[in-house]
């Protein structure tokens, strides 16, 4: 059984007050009584009636003056009927009742069904009224949970994005805030090789859902970027993660880049976000490249394809998400590829900037949709801004020890596996050498990938000088990979020595051997660019020697300790 | 905005039909339909004659789709998309997941 309902009723006519108490009393209604306006402005402040009957005249204060005292305590969250009783039917007297917020009067002497029908529908009003309210304060605090959780996931997305990220002067970027609560992510970092990866992404869905995505991948990004992976090892391995993590309706569209400063190529692997654009500065020239992948997370496995191209500093990648595409101005039309194509085709100095006002021009006026993810790589592999930069390594190295530690890998393991992270690791844990992790991981790649290449597979780096030559070159890397047998045994040994520790590493390989002399050791007089490797590993070691034609090779890296 | 599902071909084959913009409005529709696909449905048939829009949740619909009727390209297929429907689907190489005509 509900509360009963409170009835409060204010007349100076004690027979009016009898008959209306006789009239409205029952086990559901409680009737209060007043005998004028004061004391009726009391009781009501007291009893909290749920609905007043006050008659226009009384003494002291009359019904229209208690009634808005009475209508101006009450909270927002509170409303109390109010039915005036008056003898004057006249317009005068109902309109000065109307002014005082009267819900409704009743004109004396009065029919009692009409006064209690009255009654109860003001009540129902009264209840709908009140059950709105609190509605709409639950959905207010609904909203402000969710507006709570929406800057919880915002800071957490910004922080798994910033956390390890890379700033590089060739490698511009806008993110919007929106544009990251809707699950763009944007991670940059370089391999002990030099590599620089930027992997661009975006999620399927918004909020909290796409930056739960965003965590995982990062952290698989940045792992294996520092070990040394190719982009290709690090996409698969998202790829992987996403798909077993995610729900079926969610993806990653993304494309990770990788600028390598040793073939001076770019590699694009685009999975599925809009068209980039690859505008060469010095010619003018325009290359739109196309997404070749399905997105990431969709299927457990896929055949990825890779696209180079030739970089230089003149090399400029522009990569977006499809907000600012979609951006659209007050007339509803999107700023489009034809948006980002004319802002490619301009003169101006910079074609970020330009890009960034354009669509800014486009959309004023709209509805800020405030979407907008845009990225500028200028293809630097020249002279390689990101070489120095990065965080200096905490990590303390142990003393020079006394180890040897030796691995072999067959041709068809190497279809599988990257040895070279695997070696530099083990390095790694055994003699904490990270502060020489980029030389070390330089001379063994470079030494192992020598072996392979040339050993075991007899390509030419000839081929390499030509951007053809170097997909031709791959490709048939390939193709021999599988075709051919062979080995490559690799031992590290270490040592203490005065000052510090030395490192050998021996490599030999089962091939028929090479012309180490013409493939690799072009030292000074060649600057071309597969010359360059050896002739960096040659200036990081004590010594380089390569014997039984070219099918060994023996490298010394030392470094000092001071204990 | 609007989702037509019939189920042709003795149940064998369910057809969806979408009007209008294919985004995260007809969800709800959608996963009726998803539900509608059982061991007797063969074959799904997305008919996108009179979509004009599709956006990456509509993407995301569609491979719940594939996956409900187990994930083979040969089963789900994608027709009568405009071109510019049609190049969101190639963007996202939606052509190697199912079977675009």
């Known amino acids: ?563 | 905005m609007s989702v037509n599902v019939e189920l042709k071909n003795d149940t064998s084959e369910l057809s969806i039909k979408i009007s209008g913009r294919f985004d995260f409005s007809v969800h709800q529709e959608l996963r009726k339909a998803t539900d509608k696909i059982n061991s007797a449905v063969k074959r799904v048939i997305i008919d996108l004659r009179s979509t004009d829009y599709v956006d990456s949740s509509a993407l995301g619909m569609l491979l719940v789709l594939r996956d409900k009727i187990g994930g083979d390209k040969q089963k789900v297929r994608i027709v009568n998309a405009n071109s510019e429907v049609k190049k969101i689907l190639e963007i996202a190489s939606f052509d190697k997941l199912f079977t675009v005509a």
């Not at chain 1, 999620?203 to 991948?217: K, R, V």
């Not at chain 1, 599925?272 to 290359?287: A, F, Q, T």
């Not at chain 1, 600012?324 to 074609?351: R, W």
């Not at chain 1, 790694?428 to 290449?453: A, H, P, R, T, W």
């Open chain 1, 1 to 563: 059984m509900n509360q009963a309902v409170k009835i409060l009723v204010a007349d100076d006519t004690r027979l009016q007050r009898m008959f209306l108490q006789e009239m409205l009393a029952s086990e559901e209604v409680e009737v209060i009584l007043a005998c004028d306006g004061v004391e009726a402005v009391e009781l009501f402040m007291q009893k909290k009636p749920d609905l007043c009957i006050l008659d226009v005249i009384m003494p002291n204060l009359d019904g229209i003056g208690a009634a808005k005292k009475m209508i101006s305590s009450l909270s927002a969250d509170e409303y109390v009927p109010i039915v005036f009783i008056t003898a004057q039917d006249n317009e005068e007297t109902l309109e000065r009742c109307i002014e005082a917020k009267a819900d409704d009067f009743i004109v004396k002497p009065f029919n009692p069904t009409t006064l209690k029908a009255k009654i109860n529908s003001l009540l129902k009003f009264k209840r709908l009224y009140e059950g709105q309210f609190q509605q709409k304060q639950e959905l207010l605090a609904f909203q402000q949970i969710a507006e709570q959780e929406h800057d919880v996931a915002a800071s957490i997305h910004e922080k798994i994005i910033h956390a390890r990220f890379l700033e590089t002067p060739n490698v511009r970027h806008f993110l919007s805030p929106m544009a990251l609560f809707n699950g763009d992510i944007f991670l940059v970092a370089k391999t002990p090789g030099n590599q620089l990866h930027c992997l661009l992404g975006d999620f399927t869905g918004h909020g909290l859902s796409a930056s739960i995505g965003a965590s995982p991948t990062a952290e698989v990004f940045y792992g294996m970027v520092n070990k040394g992976f190719t982009g290709r090892e690090i996409l698969l391995e998202i790829n992987k993660k996403l798909h077993s993590l995610l729900p079926v309706h969610m993806f990653l569209a993304a494309t990770l880049v990788t600028l390598d400063p040793d073939s001076r190529f770019i590699n694009v692997m685009a999975c599925g976000l809009p068209d980039h654009y690859l505008l060469n500065k010095n010619s003018g020239k325009i290359e739109k490249i196309v997404s070749k992948n399905v997105p990431l997370g969709i299927v457990e496995d896929f055949d990825l394809q890779e696209q180079l191209f030739p970089a230089s500093a003149d090399d400029y990648l522009y990569l977006f998400t499809d907000g600012i595409i979609e951006a659209e101005n007050k007339q509803g039309e999107q700023f489009d590829f034809k948006g980002i194509e004319d802002c490619l085709n301009t003169s101006e100095e910079s074609v970020f900037d330009r890009m960034l006002q354009g669509q800014h021009q486009h959309c004023s006026g709209s509805e800020q949709q405030d979407d907008i993810t845009l990225i500028e790589i200028q293809c630097d592999s020249e002279n390689v801004p990101w070489r120095n930069l990065g965080e200096a390594s905490q990590y303390k190295e142990i003393t020079p020890l006394v180890w040897k530690s030796s691995m072999e890998f067959d041709l068809k393991t190497l279809q599988y596996v990257s040895p070279v992270p695997v070696m530099l690791n083990s390095i790694m844990e055994i003699q904490g050498l990270l502060k020489y992790s980029e030389s070390i991981f330089m001379i063994i790649s470079e030494l192992f990938n020598n072996c392979v290449d040339h050993g075991l597979l007899g390509l030419d780096s000839k081929l390499k000088e030509s951007a053809e030559g170097f997909g031709q070159y791959y490709k048939l890397r390939e193709k021999r990979l599988l075709e051919r047998e062979g080995s490559v045994k690799v031992i590290f040994s270490h040592l203490p020595v005065k000052n510090g520790g030395r490192l050998t590493i021996r490599m030999n390989d089962t091939g028929d051997g090479f012309d180490f002399q013409k493939q690799v050791s072009r030292f000074s007089e060649n600057q071309d660019f597969h010359g360059r490797g050896i002739q960096l590993v040659n200036s990081l070691c004590e010594s380089l020697e390569y014997s039984d034609n070219g099918t060994r090779v023996k490298a010394i890296f030392e470094w000092p300790y001071e204990g």
